[in-house]
């Protein structure tokens, strides 16, 4: 009996250190990672140089000082005149032309205030028939891609579990996939927490008509 209470204590203790460090450890190197901006300036105003001691997170507030700044010099009309140089410059460099757009494209869907990444959680079955799974709708095929599919298609992203930064991008039958509702952040929380924080069931008001995907 003193046994199973020390193990249950000792459970209990492991699920309130375990997310606290491995988020204080997320942090930390989020924040050393942008400690590097330190190398920008002249090693003469280093906290360092100037105090005798560093200073963890200067870098970091350097880093999103330069990021605001850069987001406000590109708003004006210089700045976009600018951003569209340098663009022209980075397309007449074969390699980094590629990178540059492919990765460019990403996250202006990701980012952009009026990007829509994941449009709707669905459900969908994967990786064969009656195993299910969640995913996101991102879109429709297009391009050569749509000549070669009979019928009406979208494209869905099927996350990994418990890291959903990587997954696997489907072109299914739009007859064959379900739309939830639940919002994205809940899809990604149930996702992440491998099925362990299950949403909610929100019940259908009375009389409402049955919902379609909407693919824009």
């Known amino acids: 009996m003193r046994r ?25 190197l989020i924040v050393g990672t942008m400690d590097q901006s330190l190398r920008l300036l002249p ?25 605001a700044l850069t987001g406000l010099l590109a708003a004006n009309f210089i700045g976009q005149r600018l951003v569209v140089w340098w663009e022209m410059l980075l397309a007449r460099i074969p390699v980094v032309n590629s990178i540059y757009n492919s990765v460019k494209q990403v996250s202006d869907t990701l980012f952009s205030s009026s990007g829509n990444a994941f449009r709707q959680a669905l459900l969908i079955e994967y990786p064969r028939r009656g195993a299910w ?13 749509l000549r070669h599919l009979d019928g009406e298609y979208v494209s869905v992203y099927v996350p ?6 990587s997954g696997f991008f489907l072109m299914l039958p739009k007859a064959e996939v379900i739309e939830l509702e639940m919002s994205v952040d809940t899809a990604l929380k149930y996702v992440i927490s491998m099925g362990v924080v299950a949403p909610q069931l929100r019940q259908p008001a009375a009389n409402a008509p049955a919902s379609d995907i909407a693919i824009n």
């Not at 799974?133 to 891609?145: D, H, M, N, Q």
């Open 160 to 165: 990994t579990t418990p890291n959903p930064t």
């Open 4 to 28: 199973q209470l020390i193990k249950r204590y000792f459970i209990t203790g492991l699920l309130i250190w375990v997310p606290l460090a491995i988020t204080a450890w997320v942090l930390v």
């Open 133 to 145: 799974t969640i995913a996101f709708l991102t879109g429709k095929p297009g391009g050569e891609v």
């Open 43 to 67: 090693e003469a105003i280093h906290p360092r140089s100037v105090l005798g001691f560093d200073i963890p997170g200067v870098g970091a507030i350097l880093t999103l000082l330069i990021i």
